[in-house]
């Protein structure tokens, strides 16, 4: 039976972006505590529910609640802003 693992799907740069640390209605779902908010360079494949790895600790798992597509407001730079929510079961990585 095949074992249900991750696929590196995208690598990008990041910045972390402001966010409330107590619970908030995240995307309209009540109930959702943010973990984190990151922005990247715009990659409209990145939608909710796939997983984020940031490189300052690679062992934690984020699934993606939220894949905001648009445009910085000062730099004019296409951007995806993503919400994230910390796994506590992480994905088993292919490849590794």
Known sequence: MPKQ???????SWYGELNF??????AAMQE???VSARIRV???????NHDIAILPDNPEQQYD?????HGTDEESGELISDL?????V???????S
Do not use: F, M, S
């Open 83 to 87: 919400t994230l929510i910390r796994l």
């Open 31 to 33: 109930g959702i505590e």
């Open 20 to 25: 409330e640390t107590a619970p908030v209605n």
């Open 5 to 11: 693992g991750l696929v590196l799907k995208y690598q």
């Open 64 to 68: 993606i609640t939220r894949a905001y």
């Open 41 to 47: 360079l715009q990659n409209r494949a990145i939608t």
């Open 89 to 95: 079961t992480a994905y088993d990585i292919a490849g």
